[in-house]
Every structure is written in structure tokens, then in C-alpha cells.
T-cell receptor
Framework: AQSVTQLGSHVSVSEGALVLLRCNYSSSVPPYLFWYVQYPNQGLQLLLKYTSAATLVKGINGFEAEFKKSETSFHLTKPSAHMSDAAEYFCAVRGNNAGNMLTFGGGTRLMVKP | SAVISQKPSRDICQRGTSLTIQCQVDSQVTMMFWYRQQPGQSLTLIATANQGSEATYESGFVIDKFPISRPNLTFSTLTVSNMSPEDSSIYLC???????????FGSGTRLTVV
């Protein structure tokens, strides 16, 4: 079975500062990993996904994530935070099994200070 | 990617009643998923709904409480039955597409039970 841990339920950064949201996974098979963003009162929007191709994945809105197998991590970064980045971020893993469902981490609420 | 129309977007219901949530997809998809997001929490998978077969429920969720229909490859419903305040959550449907590497989510149904 696979699982995801997001370190830090709340992260606060200043506008223009680096954003780093942490995600560690556990999977018995090579994982497929995803980052989603949820703005207030909205559904989930895919930021980026890792599917065993390039380990550095670039997504929308300037976000990127690096898959590190040795660290079982898939941290999300953005060089410069914008006020509009304030939202809830979810890391998810899909194991290579028949279920095909996603397992989500607990989420990280990103706050951006002016 | 697929576009999902989920209805209603929100509702306030009396305890003991039932609410049916609909998800309409603009393309045919094999796998649909229903998730629950309790207040301030992450997403938890309720069930997987495949066309032509019974839904597969996750531990802690039962068909009598959350009956699901999947009459065709573009539509599914989730009913929350005999509601109590503990059922107050956001319910989201999701589809897997693009070789199951991509998952798209509906905008969610925000349910409040009073």
C-alpha cells in the first residue's frame, strides 16, 4: 500500500520568497506522484505530475517538483511566491496496482504575506 | 483533459434526509472516483465506480450509506443517505484519464447537514 506525508500543515512565506512544500511518499512499487492545488471553495487543480520520466517536473504557475527516489520525496517549489499562490496544496500518490486510485497527503495550507 | 460538471455545488440539508450528487463528464471515461473532504481535512476515497459493475467501497464506507450509480461512461451519482451533521463535508468526483496518469476533479459539492 502507498501513503503520503506532507510535512507542515501550514506554511507561511513572504511575497517574493521561495516556496517549499514537502512531500514524502511510501510505495512498494515505482510511484506516480501528483501535486494538486485547491483554492477556497473550489475543486482540485493539477499542478504537475511525475510518471517515471524526467525527475524534475515543471508545472503550471511557475511550480516545479523534483522526484528523489533515495529520499522518497517529491517536494514542491516555486522561486518567488505571489499573493495568488495562497491556497491548500495536496500531494498524492498512485501506486502501480489495479486500484488506480490516488492516496492524498494531509495537505499544506500556504499563506503568503505582503 | 476532461471537464466535469458536478451538481449541486452546495446544499444545506436536514438530518435524516438524503442528497444525490451528480457528476457529468464531457468524454467517456472508464474509472470514476468519489472522495470526501471533511472540514479542514484531506481527501478520503469513498469508492471507485466503473460502468457496468458494482462500485468498490473503501474501508469505512458502505453502500447503504453511500449508494453509487454509474449508468454509462459519462455520468455517475453519489447519494448520501440518512444524513447526520457528521456528513457535512465537501464531496468530489474524479475521473482517471490519459492512461490513468491524469486525474481530473469536479468542483465539489459542499454539504452542510443541520
Amino acid at each position: 500500500a502507498q501513503s503520503v506525508t506532507q510535512l507542515g500543515s501550514h506554511v507561511s512565506v513572504s511575497e517574493g520568497a521561495l516556496v517549499l512544500l514537502r512531500c514524502n511518499y511510501s510505495s512498494s512499487v515505482p510511484p506516480y506522484l501528483f501535486w494538486y492545488v485547491q483554492y477556497p471553495n473550489q475543486g482540485l487543480q493539477l499542478l504537475l505530475k511525475y510518471t517515471s520520466a524526467a525527475t524534475l517536473v515543471k508545472g503550471i504557475n511557475g511550480f516545479e517538483a523534483e522526484f528523489k527516489k533515495s529520499e522518497t520525496s517529491f517536494h514542491l517549489t516555486k522561486p518567488s511566491a505571489h499573493m495568488s499562490d495562497a491556497a491548500e496544496y495536496f500531494c498524492a500518490v498512485r501506486g502501480n496496482n489495479a486500484g488506480n486510485m490516488l492516496t492524498f497527503g494531509g495537505g499544506t495550507r500556504l499563506m503568503v504575506k505582503p | 483533459s476532461a471537464v466535469i460538471s458536478q451538481k449541486p455545488s452546495r446544499d444545506i440539508c436536514q438530518r435524516g434526509t438524503s442528497l444525490t450528487i451528480q457528476c457529468q463528464v464531457d468524454s467517456q471515461v472508464t474509472m470514476m472516483f468519489w472522495y470526501r473532504q471533511q472540514p479542514g481535512q484531506s481527501l478520503t476515497l469513498i469508492a471507485t465506480a466503473n460502468q457496468g459493475s458494482e462500485a468498490t467501497y473503501e474501508s469505512g464506507f458502505v453502500i447503504d450509506k453511500f449508494p453509487i450509480s454509474r449508468p454509462n461512461l459519462t455520468f455517475s451519482t453519489l447519494t448520501v443517505s440518512n444524513m447526520s451533521p457528521e456528513d457535512s463535508s465537501i464531496y468530489l468526483c474524479s475521473v482517471a484519464q490519459g492512461g490513468v496518469y491524469g486525474y481530473t476533479f469536479g468542483s465539489g459539492t459542499r454539504l452542510t447537514v443541520v
